[in-house]
């Protein structure tokens, strides 16, 4: 068995790692080179790239985007040429030369790369502002670190790939806003969508913060808040409705206070006396009152001797006084002196003299000499009773169907 020595070990790992260098391309670079005029939709370029050989390629339109790979070995301020190159062949792999000539930085490609992102970045949650964030969380500055040898991260790595995610996924989300919502505590209000994490659902997350959960790697969903607004008019009315009560409460106290106080000072000699002044005032006012209704009801029986009691219903059931005069229905009535035609108007609006519409019908007082002319133009059955007030007894008592009259009348 041949023993390989240690020295050609060292010498066989140092070619396979120096291999695996040398032919390593670690990035990968876009450019957009936008040339002018060129009809054909294509031409091309050739490429001077630090630590590669010279290339020559077409590049094509709209966007004329140039790709190519860069050594890992190469610095952020490391020069790549760019220069017009006539390129022979048939078609379409032929094409003139692009009319540029460029020197370009790596980071400043890597910058305009950043710039294409950006410009594309659109959504209801804005891209910008998201793709902001995610390279301030990634601790890079395209826009900015132009001068550093390092190079900066380019929107193809890893890193970035995940960040650019997040943003596009977050581009599709809209928030619902001010919407009607019941809280968990059953309170309906108005609110508001926002975000939170998985593991503390309580606590409410901004976009910014929502973004950076995303960027480490943790998903976040999506809970409603109430408004701030919403917050403050029900705390306002709570406040308001507590004030209300605690008044009323208050107020309820000193009625009580005053009670009994009052209920002390009736046991008093002062305050008993007070009663007693307080019966007799009481008594002489029923006292003046029954005399006043007495008096009443002696006029109204001397100036009105009878009275009619009219009702419209089914059989002798009473419903409503207005369902049996309709649009063409009258009242004739001739009380004494006086003389009236009513229609549905006026008994709507109890404008009929010497009359009270009840539940029982419409009642009107009569003179000694009267006489009463009812026209039924409902579909009920209008009724039409006569009585002697002073003793109670019916005189006269009548029922009309549809079109039919009640007419009654008394000459003394």
Known sequence: MKIISRATLLIIFIFLLGGVSRNSLALSLTYSISPQNHELGRCGVQLNIPGA????????????????????????????KISGKTIWGLPPDNAPACDVKLVLTLNEIIKSEWERVSAQATGSINSTSCLEIGLNYLGIKPFEDLHSDSLIMTPSHPKAQKMLGVCTKMAKVEL???????????????????????????????????????????????????????????????????????ARKRAA???????EKRRQWLETPEGKKHLEAEALKAKRA?????????????????????????????GQDHMTILGCFGERG?????????????????IANQAVP?????RNGLTINLRHNFSLDADNRGDLTLGVKIFERGSGRLLFEKQAIKYGQVKVRNEP
């Open 286 to 314: 029923a006292e003046e009152k029954a005399q006043v209704d007495s008096r009443e009801r002696a006029r109204i029986a001397k100036e009105f001797p009878f009275y009619a009691v009219l009702t419209c219903g089914m």
């Open 176 to 246: 619902r806003k001010n919407f009607d919502c019941e809280l968990s505590s059953g309170i309906k209000t108005r609110c508001d969508e926002a975000f939170h994490s998985r593991t503390d659902p309580q606590k409410k997350l901004s976009v910014e913060e929502a973004l950076v959960v995303q960027f480490s790697g943790e998903e976040v969903q999506r809970g409603i808040w109430e408004t701030e607004k919403a917050a403050t008019s029900r705390l306002a009315k709570a406040d308001e409705e507590r004030a209300i009560q605690e």
């Open 253 to 259: 106290e000193e009625r009580e206070v005053l009670a």
């Open 354 to 358: 010497n009359s009270i519409n009840g």
């Open 53 to 80: 050989e010279k290339t020559k390629t077409v590049v094509k339109g709209p966007n004329y985007l140039l790709s190519f790979d860069v050594p890992d070995e190469r610095g952020g301020n490391d020069k790549v």
């Open 330 to 346: 009258k009242l004739e009535i001739r009380n004494g002196s006086e003389y009236g035609l009513y229609t549905l108007f006026h």
